[in-house]
């Protein structure tokens, strides 16, 4: 499976927009790019994924740059709630299950006050 | 609907000993996946079954297996347990075309 970076944390300040980074040089073009989250004491839990173009849903934005070797997650107003692990993951469209992943060190977002 | 079930939350075992572990995913869902979660290692896929057999393997010792009943609901074991095994174990479940997997809130297991 391609690799991915992420910075090990970030913090926040409520109400402000997050723009979590994660770098996947050796993608493929068959891979997907997924987000999931884990909040303290629970399982990870699905956020977003795309492929080429920028994805939105209720939780969140995911834009992906145009090489497709980079892509930032984009909370836009963090809530407290928000505190959790950000997993960047990237899922071969081809070969990959939607419960075979391969998780890396992700990043650690604090969101205070 | 209900969510992935893993039963019991919270295990304490002997070194030496056997443990089982279970998994009931979200009704409808074929595959199943566990993963072991510890502070040094992360998350990492233990195995994945679907309709009653093991698709994927991570690269874990043969002490730690699993099995997949016909209702989809799942088990594992981990035999002669070490203390590097006490771990949040977790499951995943996904339905067949599924983008994402729901996972449970996982069996935290310390061996002594």
């Known amino acids: 499976d391609a690799k991915t970076t992420q910075p090990n944390s970030m913090e926040s300040n409520e109400e402000e927009p997050v723009h979590l980074p994660c770098n996947h040089s050796?993608?493929?073009?068959?891979?997907?790019i997924h987000w999931y989250r884990q909040l303290p004491s629970q399982g990870p839990e699905y956020v977003i994924h795309?492929?080429?173009s920028n994805v939105n849903n209720r939780m969140a934005s995911l834009a992906i740059a145009e090489d497709r070797k980079s892509s930032t997650l984009i909370l836009h107003r963090a809530t407290l709630r928000d505190a959790a692990v950000y997993y960047c993951?990237?899922?071969?469209?081809?070969?990959?299950?939607?419960?075979?992943?391969?998780f890396g060190t992700g990043t650690r977002l604090q969101v205070t006050l | 609907k209900a969510g992935v079930t893993q039963t019991p939350r919270y295990l304490i075992k002997t070194r030496g000993q056997q443990v089982t572990l279970s998994c009931s995913p979200i009704?409808?869902?074929?595959?199943v996946s566990w993963y072991q979660q510890t502070p040094g290692q992360g998350l990492q896929f233990l195995f994945e079954?679907?309709?009653?057999?093991?698709?994927n393997k991570g690269n874990f010792p043969g002490r730690f297996s699993g099995r997949q009943f016909s209702n989809s609901r799942s088990e594992m074991n981990v035999s002669t347990l070490e203390l590097g095994d006490s771990a949040l174990y977790l499951c995943?479940?996904?339905?067949?075309?599924?983008?994402?997997?729901?996972f449970g809130q996982g069996t935290r297991l310390t061996v002594v």
């Open positions: 995943a479940s996904s339905f067949p075309g599924d983008t994402e997997a729901f």
């Open positions: 050796t993608i493929s073009g068959t891979d997907y």
């Open positions: 795309g492929l080429t």
């Open positions: 993951i990237l899922r071969d469209s081809h070969t990959g299950t939607a419960s075979k992943l391969t």
């Open positions: 009704s409808g869902h074929r595959s």
């Open positions: 079954y679907f309709s009653e057999t093991q698709r």
